[in-house]
């Protein structure tokens, strides 16, 4: 499959990248910096430039075309204001999802977060995170034409992968490696039968394959 990765430089994004491109897909990873993309050709992507922030819908568009599977994991970051939690969280998540419609790409991945709710209180920049990662995922539920995933995991950690997880609906918070988040990311990528699922993720005890078939109902 041809598979297309909004923010291919973040730290799941890349370790993503690396096992898809292992797996025998053709990758592509959207970056803003061009500095970046060593990284991505290293990880085995090839590297898009353009900046989700300022990009308009058609060019969006004519990168995603002719993919399988748009997986959304760009993210302002740390030390980002409110303003870039909701041009980047929840525009640039939007943007894509309406990109991936119009050029027929059913599958859209989303990186959530746990806790992600439009309607989240609080005045501190985390709570305007949640609100405008919410605030994506309602829009992405609510788009017609895309088989939707969303995925929610719990703290991330940068702990060396166990490759065993707890993925339901509602898991309750705890810690998750990125390892561990990309391997799940990996295989949702590659099980379609979980559209139309938004789902929770932290470190528990069933192997990530098994895990993802359980709740794709195989």
């Known amino acids: 499959m041809r598979i297309v990765i909004a923010g291919g430089h973040g730290q799941i994004a890349l370790r993503l990248e690396r096992l898809l491109s292992a797996g025998g897909h053709d990758v592509a990873g959207i970056i803003r910096n061009p500095e970046q993309a060593d990284a991505l050709r290293e990880a085995g992507a090839e590297p898009v430039v353009l900046d989700l922030e300022s990009a308009t819908e ?3 568009t004519a990168t995603v075309t002719g993919a399988d599977v748009v ?7 740390p030390g980002s204001g409110a303003e870039r939690k909701a ?3 929840r525009g640039a998540a939007v943007l894509c999802a309406d990109a991936a419609a119009g050029a027929g790409v059913r599958r859209y991945v989303v990186v959530s977060s ?4 439009a309607g989240h209180p609080g005045d501190e920049i985390f709570d305007a995170y949640l609100r405008a990662k919410g605030a994506a ?10 088989d939707w995933t969303i995925l929610k995991p719990g703290m991330l950690t940068n702990d060396a992968g166990t490759g065993l997880v707890r993925l339901e609906a509602a898991t309750g918070r705890g810690p998750v490696p990125r390892d561990d988040v990309a391997a799940v990311l990996a295989e949702l990528v590659e099980t379609p039968a979980t559209a139309g699922l938004t789902l929770e993720l ?5 192997p990530v394959t098994v895990a993802v078939k359980a709740v794709a109902g195989q």
């Open 58 to 60: 058609d060019e969006v």
């Open 71 to 77: 997986v959304f994991a760009a993210g302002a970051g």
């Open 87 to 89: 041009s980047v969280d």
């Open 114 to 117: 746990m806790g992600a709710d």
């Open 137 to 146: 995922d309602d829009y992405v539920r609510a788009k017609r034409g895309l």
């Open 202 to 206: 932290i470190s528990g005890s069933v």
